[in-house]
C-alpha cells in the first residue's frame, strides 16, 4: 500500500449500517461522543458500557 488510501478504508462491516449507529463506532469516536456528553468516567468504561452511558445521557 502507499498510504494514499489508508485514511479512507473502512470495513465492509462499517459501510453496511448507518455511520451515526453508536455499535458502528470505535471505542475512541464513542470517547469523544461520551466527553462531549459530560460523562465522567468514561475511561473506565469499556466499549458496551459506553453505548450505554451515552444513551441514557440523551434520555
Not at 473502512?10 to 466527553?35: G, V, W
Not at 465522567?40 to 444513551?55: D, E, M, P, S, V
Amino acid at each position: 500500500m502507499d498510504g494514499k488510501n489508508d485514511v479512507h478504508t473502512t470495513s465492509k462491516k462499517r459501510n453496511e449500517y448507518p455511520i451515526d449507529k453508536l455499535e458502528n463506532k470505535t471505542k475512541i469516536e464513542l470517547l469523544a461522543e461520551a466527553k462531549n456528553a459530560g460523562i465522567k468516567g468514561r475511561h473506565q468504561l469499556n466499549k458496551n458500557n459506553l453505548i450505554h452511558a451515552i444513551r441514557n445521557n440523551l434520555k
